[in-house]
């Protein structure tokens, strides 16, 4: 675990009573988590009957307003205000013309991300930081698409009708668009675009935590089933250039996806409901089975264990929900699975029980350097 300190933050309405907050970074779970000490002592004008602000007030304001930076960030992202941002510091006004923005309107924006470290005004100008630069396009770890993708209407809406998914226990995004979240995009060719550029956005870092967990060179083949545009298995093949991969997904996600480089690469657009699998020593699942419902989820796997041979090995690569009751991306991405696709994520338990279901075992899970974990299932 990682940990820092903020500067002390000065608390207007108690005078120079000091804040104090250690910030501390967990790698495996992906969460930050603030530490926080009221010094009262700091403060010299500080009358002896002032209430101290409570560390879990604040912390319940700060996660009620937290949306609105969230969404600040969105349309920053979707305006491209850090490609219009170079190394050379930059005027809001000019910055302001560039990304076709009120300057006032943008400068206030800018000033509440710059107060979060992203971005940074200097002797009035405006700068990068180093998570301002994640936003750019040309990053080669680039997150602008996927803090896009969670910004567009039709998914951010979808976060408003999350009372329908208390209610009803189905997904929030279907109370607008019943078809659901797949269906949606195969109809919307720019959501669709920005949905596939954001899953290869979202997988730089997960990637680089899960390569060294697991040994995929041991494959003479390997299908990805659903791998999007082919980010994961693009980055095995490079690992192991003797394996043959297999890029499995709906036809316009791979539509644009060839082989580069002399990359072993085949690629086939299909439906995993209706469609056979293709036969391989090793099937990726990443985020996949966290997308549906356990009906679903069978489908899929049940799918997956006809058409694979007796020594393959499926390898579903999910945030498993830990025993712990503290933060965890799995249950931050649980929430938008309820919401988005209507799917969630499990437990190893859980995991168990699903593989058993469709005559596989789960032989191993393997933690990585990430919330993510290799789980191996082998046939039955
Ligand atoms: C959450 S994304 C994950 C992509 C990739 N595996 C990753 O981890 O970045 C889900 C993927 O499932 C694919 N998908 C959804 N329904 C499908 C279907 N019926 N048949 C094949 N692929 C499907 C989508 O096109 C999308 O690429």
Redesign the pocket.
Known sequence: MLSGRLPPLRNPSHGDQALDLSLRYNPSTYSLTFRKTIDMNASTALPRAATPPSPANIQLMQLTTACWASRCLHVVAELGVADALSDEPQAIDALAKVTGTHPQALYRVLRLLASLGIFECRNGTWNHTEASRFLRSDHPQSLRDYVRMLGLPVFWSAFEDLEHSLRTGDCAFAKRHPEGV?KY?TKHPKESGI??SA??S??HR?IAAILPAYDFSQFVTIA??????G??LRAILKNSPRTQGIL???P??VAQVAPENGEKLVVVG??????SMPKADAY?????I??WPDAESIKILSAIRQAMPAHARVLI?EPVVPDAPGPHLSKELDIAMMVL?GGMERTREEYTSLAAKCALRLERMLETLSPYSVLEMVAT
Do not use: E, W, Y
């Open positions: 797949f995009l949905f596939d899953m290869t979202k997988s997960d990805d089933i659903a791998g999007g545009r980010h994961l499995f997904d709906q316009h996600v299909g439906n995993f409901f209706t469609d990726l699942l990443m985020n996949i966290h997308d690569i696709p």
